[in-house]
Every structure is written in C-alpha cells, then in structure tokens.
C-alpha cells in the first residue's frame, strides 16, 4: 500500500508515505497519482458521514460574504489532551512447532528507529536520516505500530518481538489529519493489517472531532482506500504541491 500524510516513503508493498529528505521520489509519485483522498466515511465502516461540503469544513470560522470581523470572547485554553495509547492483540496463532505468534496493535510508546528503518528496507523504501526519521515521528499526532510477538513454549519470558506495520498521522489537532507513512511487513502482507492500521487511526481522529481526514494514495492501492471510505478530488478541490526548479 502506499499513501502519504506529514513524513514521506515510498513503496511497493502495503506503504503509505512521502518525505522532503527523498523529494524526488515523493514527486514520482505525486506525479502519477494525482489523487488527494479525503475521508468522507461510509456505512460500510460505520463511521458518520461529514454532512458540511469539504470546504465549508475547512472555513469554519469564517463568515461567507461577509466582512465584519467576527472577535470571540476569550476564554481560558484548556490544555489539549494527547490521544490516549492502546494495545491489544489484533490476532493469534499456534504454529506447527507450537510457537505462539500474536499480532500486536499499539498507539503508545516509543519506536526503535533501526527497526523502523529495517522495515522501510524491506518494503523498497528509499533509506532517510535516522535523526529526521525521529523529528517526524515525535512531530506527528499520533503514531501506530503492528509488532509480531513469538512465544515459545520452552522459554519462559523470553519473547520474540518485532516491528511488522506502521502508520502515523500529523494533525492540527482541531480541524484537519492527514496520514502519512502506512507501511506492512511484505511477508504480512494480505491480512488486512494495513487495513486496520488505517481503520484504528481514523477512528481515533474522529473520536478528537477531527473530520477532515486526507491521504496521498498509489494508483495502485485507490480502490484499497475508497473501501475504506476515502474519495478522490471531493467537489472537485485538488491537491497542489510547491518544489524548487533547481
């Protein structure tokens, strides 16, 4: 899969993303897409559809053909509450050596950079600093991970843990989310755990009243995010991108 939101990758596999460090490859793929997906929801998903027209959304605040400058009261800012982590066990199985693996999702804690960067190697993505890779996870809103965790039967405490899935979203935390970076393991692949990757997170933004959700998708992966309720160019708006001429 391949999408896109604040850090930028790209790949072949189940990956969403797009980077400044590697501009040129996120061009690639701008260029041939040319699709900028906006989350409108879908009964299927059971999620609320956006009843206000994309731009409306956006223009909250700002009174249509009118001049007057509108000044709320002040208020006292409440401090804004970051998105609560979860962990669970996406799924489990007993292999024929009687290893336990569980799937494991999770929106808290830290991620250890050279595993992230041993997974982008596995799904072709081109390599980026580990510090600029770091400043982009902490700068994102929310970040979730998939790790395989192997048990087995003989060993007492000893796990197996290691990173398979990621995706992670920027925000401004009021408005607009966009998400960036969906990658899987190529070899869990096909067990609709980008899916859920993407479902989790959506949902954690709605539940911040964060309805204006957008990602950048390969044309390979467009029918992936319409199942999942995203549209291509919503009322026509298309996205547009700056970059140097030299």
């Known amino acids: 899969m391949h999408a896109s939101v604040g850090l930028s990758l790209s790949s072949r596999a189940p990956a969403i993303c797009s980077s400044s460090a590697h501009f040129n490859q996120t061009q690639l793929l701008f260029a041939h897409l040319n699709l900028n997906y906006y989350y409108t929801g879908t009964k299927k998903a059971r999620f609320c559809r956006i009843k206000a027209s994309f731009w409306e959304s956006i223009r909250s605040g700002i009174l249509k053909n009118n001049t007057t400058q509108v000044v709320e009261p002040s208020v006292p800012i409440e401090e804004e509450e970051e998105p609560l982590p979860e962990e669970f066990v996406l799924t489990e199985n007993t292999q024929p050596d009687g290893v336990i693996e569980q799937i494991i999702f999770s929106s808290g804690g830290d991620i250890d950079l050279y595993d992230l960067q041993a997974l982008c190697d596995k799904v072709g993505w081109p390599r980026r600093p580990l510090s600029k890779l770091g400043a982009a996870l902490k700068n994102s809103y929310m970040v979730a991970t998939l790790h ?15 990173l398979i899935g990621m995706a ?42 964060i309805g204006n959700i957008s990602l950048f998708a390969d044309s390979k992966v467009v029918d992936f995010y319409r199942n999942l309720g995203f549209e291509p160019d919503p009322e026509g708006i298309k996205g547009m991108f700056w970059h140097p001429n030299c």
Request: charged residues 30%.
């Open 148 to 162: 395989s965790v192997r048990k087995s039967p003989n060993a007492d405490g000893d796990d197996y843990k290691t």
């Open 168 to 209: 992670r979203a920027t925000s401004d935390h009021a408005f607009n989310a966009t998400i960036w970076d969906v990658l899987v393991d190529p070899s869990y692949q096909g067990q609709g755990l980008g899916k859920a990757l993407v479902e989790k997170m959506i949902r954690a933004l709605l539940q911040r009243d």
